[in-house]
């Protein structure tokens, strides 16, 4: 497991800022489309692939995914906050962020102890699906009543 956090980690200092760079151009609800279906496939993977090389690049989609993620997230919270709020909710954007990462693999290794190993990414894939049907529906509703 050691091995597939090197793997993100090295992922993110080599290819984010080149990531965020090209993908300057491209929308925020775009990239988290994108970021999203990359993410709740790399973590279905992450349950289901038995091979060291398939494990890897599962990683490397997850990875890229976080990438895109993150930064628009931040994005929108940032844009969609008054500026009298903004740096509440930057700070509490980061507080919730940082608070996830740590308690998130506990609660993982909790989870994979009683239902086994793959239990916990297939968790995440699904909760990223709904966080996806979620963000498809809010944007089909704002383009349907943007006519």
Do not use: D
């Amino acid at each position: 497991m050691g091995l597939v956090f090197a793997v993100s980690a090295g992922s993110v200092v080599l290819f984010e800022i080149p990531l965020n760079t090209a993908m300057r151009g491209v929308g925020t609800v775009p990239a988290l489309i994108a970021g999203y279906m990359l993410a709740a496939a790399g973590f279905a993977l992450m349950g289901v692939v038995r091979t060291g090389p398939a494990l890897l690049l599962a990683t490397l989609l997850w990875t890229g995914a976080e990438m895109m993620v993150f930064p628009g997230l931040m994005h929108c919270v940032s844009q969609l906050s008054s500026p009298a709020t903004k740096s509440r909710n930057m700070s509490l954007y980061a507080a919730v962020m940082n608070a996830g990462l740590m308690v998130a693999p506990q609660l993982a290794l909790i989870l994979a102890a009683r239902t086994g190993p793959a239990s916990p990414w297939y968790l995440a894939s699904f909760t990223i699906g709904a966080a996806l049907t979620g963000l498809l529906a809010l944007t089909r509703r704002r383009t349907s009543h943007g006519r």
